[in-house]
Structures are given as C-alpha cells and as structure tokens.
C-alpha cells in the first residue's frame, strides 16, 4: 500500500526551517537602557510589496484604478472618459480604450459569463501613482516600495524597472528618464 506522507514531512520540515532563518522565537522582554529605562524598539520599515520582483494581482493600482476592475467600477472612480475607442480582435473580441485625462485604460469587454478585464493601464501625469509611487519620483521611491524589480533594463539615459504581477505575462512597469519616474503602465499579454 503507498504512503502519501512525504508532502506533510516535507512542510513540516520548511517551516521550521522557516522559524530557524526568520528568527521567530518566544517573545524575550526588551532590553533596559544604560538610564534604567526599557530601550525603545528599532523603527520597523515596511517590506518591499514585491517578493523577488513579483507582485500579487490585489497589489496593483494606479490611479486608483485596480487591475481587477471592470469597466462600471472604472467609471465609478474615474468619471466620464474623454474618449471612449473601441475595436475588434480577433484573439479577444471586443477591445475598448477609455481615455481620462491623466490616465489610459484598456481592457476586454466581457459578457455575461465573462468579466471585463483590464489588459493595459498606463500614465504618464505627474501626480498619478501606484502604491504611493508617482509620475515624477526617483528610481529610489520605487525601489524602496517596491523592493528589486524582476527586471532592470538601461538603454542610455532611460531605464524601466519592470515587475511580474502574477503570471509572467504580466507587467508593471515604471519608465524612467534621467532617474525620473516618467510613467507607470501594467501590461498583460494578449493572446
């Protein structure tokens, strides 16, 4: 008869592991300072929202618009478009572009059993950002939010600091001009 008990060894074993590498112990009282007085504790700075260049699909807005809107939710945050562009594909069906004025959409039209989905989402106004980030920060803000991208391309004086959201189909990515944030786009592969 099979044993099928190598997966709850093998779990068991990564987390401790896990507890060793993390240092999570029992609570150990803090220490006094050299005035008698409990030491404060270290200021904590927030972990980087990519893990090893990938982002989760819940971490990606701009502009407050979040990648898993459909198109009535976009309205409700944005308003009216200035331009409503729709066209068909033949991968995809109905494709249309709602264009505000300091940010582009676009995205699948759905139907009844299918949602909308956004497929780019990009721009370029200052003042517009993802996860506090915005058009016209240094490589430095997103770094330190966004921890190291997957990719870092350099063509002379522009770079693009690119993260997987996801799937590797899946793209957000910060343009920079003389380490200036210049714009903020998601991109996902349509096929």
């Given at each position: 008869?099979?044993?099928?008990?190598?997966?709850?060894?093998?779990?068991?074993?990564?987390?401790?592991?896990?507890?060793?590498?993390?240092?999570?112990?029992?609570?150990?009282?803090?220490?006094?300072?050299?005035?008698?007085?409990?030491?404060?504790?270290?200021?904590?700075?927030?972990?980087?929202?990519?893990?090893?260049?990938?982002?989760?699909?819940?971490?990606?807005t701009i502009g407050g618009v979040a990648i898993t809107m459909d198109e009535a939710e976009i309205?409700?945050?944005?308003?009216?478009?200035?331009?409503?562009?729709?066209?068909?594909?033949?991968?995809?069906?109905?494709?249309?572009?709602?264009?505000?004025?300091?940010?582009?959409?676009?995205?699948?039209?759905?139907?009844?059993?299918?949602?909308?989905?956004?497929?780019?989402?990009?721009t370029d106004s200052l003042g517009v950002s993802a996860a506090g980030v915005s058009v016209g920060d240094r490589s430095e803000a997103v770094l330190s939010?966004?921890?190291?991208?997957?990719?870092?391309?350099?063509?002379?004086?522009?770079?693009?600091?690119?993260?997987?959201?996801?799937?590797?189909?899946?793209?957000?990515?910060?343009?920079?001009?003389?380490?200036?944030?210049?714009?903020?786009?998601?991109?996902?592969?349509?096929?």
């Open positions: 008869m099979p044993c099928y008990c190598a997966y709850p060894v093998k779990a068991l074993a990564l987390g401790l592991m896990a507890t060793a590498l993390l240092g999570c112990s029992l609570s150990q009282p803090a220490p006094e300072s050299s005035a008698g007085g409990a030491a404060a504790p270290p200021a904590s700075v927030p972990a980087p929202l990519a893990q090893q260049g990938l982002l989760q699909t819940a971490q990606v309205r409700r945050v944005l308003g009216e478009p200035t331009a409503v562009v729709d066209e068909e594909s033949g991968c995809c069906g109905l494709l249309r572009r709602l264009e505000y004025p300091t940010l582009t959409t676009s995205l699948i039209k759905g139907d009844d059993s299918d949602p909308d989905f956004i497929y780019a989402l990009r939010t966004f921890g190291p991208p997957a990719e870092d391309i350099v063509e002379a004086d522009q770079r693009s600091l690119v993260y997987v959201v996801e799937i590797d189909a899946d793209r957000l990515v910060f343009e920079l001009v003389d380490d200036t944030v210049t714009s903020i786009g998601y991109y996902s592969l349509l096929n």
